[in-house]
């Protein structure tokens, strides 16, 4: 019930489908000997998002309107800039689609994770990446494999695949979360935090491996001061939220967007400490 209440924020129609879904669809949950765990939500939440149910479906069409592109654009890029009008935002809120109280926010979690997964499906299908090949010997995930070949393909190919977003603000930390859902989508689960003015993106991957599950932050930041103390603030970001997510691993991703810079002095891997000593991987884009 915690996690029911913390997926849907009280959302009638979320709180019933979850429910539907985990108690009377599932084959484990229609075991009345058995109860239903938090797992159990989440796998259901899963399923509901993969299908598309149409109250989902039809909200992430909502996306496509500019009224609502002018609200949640800079959600999702973190950025501090208020592009839209008071009418913009009452009418996300009227939608459901955004919190009625500030600061400006989406409404609950599986909104929250219905709307970059709509924004980046196509794209996420064109990917040429799968699981198994960062999938270690013993299943763990091995995230810095993955964030090494995102580097290579973000080199690569940016500027052509982020023109293909209408949300191009946000199109750096949209393309990451595409290829990150690509490959942990099959195995584990990507839970994620933004929202104006925090000047970051928030992903914890959480991935089952035996009777374990491991945890791993990856912080996503644009440049907007200079590198250095854009990397000391989110080093002791990351840290904070590894802490709170009780994260074994965690990755700062720094996106240089500044005209006229060149790759080799956007690209790097450093291996850094916050100020309370816990090592964290950097990664310029």
Not at 81 to 86: A, M, P
Not at 259 to 266: F, L, V, Y
Request: proline residues 3%; negative net charge; contains cysteine.
């Amino acid at each position: 019930m915690e996690t029911i209440w913390t997926q849907t924020q009280g959302q009638p129609w979320l709180v019933n489908a979850l429910a539907y879904e985990a108690c009377f669809k599932n084959e484990t949950g229609q075991d009345r000997s058995q109860p239903i765990t938090a797992e159990a939500i989440y796998d259901a939440r899963e399923q509901l998002i993969l299908r598309r149910e149409i109250h989902l479906d039809q909200l992430a069409d909502k996306l496509k309107e500019d009224r609502v592109r002018r609200v949640v654009e800079p959600l999702l890029s973190g950025g501090e800039e208020r592009r839209f009008i008071d009418r913009d935002l009452e009418y996300v809120r009227d939608l459901g689609l955004v919190a009625q109280e500030r600061p400006v926010r989406i409404a609950n979690p599986i909104y929250a994770e219905v709307v970059p997964r709509e924004l980046t499906w196509v794209i996420q299908e064109e990917f040429e990446q799968e699981t198994a090949w960062y999938v270690t010997a013993d299943g763990n995930l091995d995230v810095v494999a993955l964030l090494t070949e995102f580097q290579t393909f973000f080199r690569e190919h940016s500027e052509h695949w982020v023109t293909r977003f209408q949300y191009q603000e946000a199109g750096p930390q949209l393309l990451l979360q595409a290829f990150l859902q690509r490959v942990v989508n099959s195995g584990g689960r990507i839970e994620r935090e933004y929202g104006l003015g925090r000047m970051r993106t928030d992903l914890l991957i959480v991935w089952p491996q035996g009777d374990q599950t491991r945890k791993i932050v990856i912080e996503c930041k644009l440049l907007h001061k200079s590198l250095e103390q854009t990397i000391a603030e989110g080093l002791e970001q990351t840290a904070e939220y590894m802490d709170r997510c009780a994260a074994e691993a965690g990755h700062l991703v720094i996106f240089d967007r500044r005209a006229g810079r060149r790759w080799e002095d956007k690209v790097f891997h450093r291996r850094r400490a916050s100020e309370g000593g816990v090592e964290i991987d950097v990664w310029g884009m």
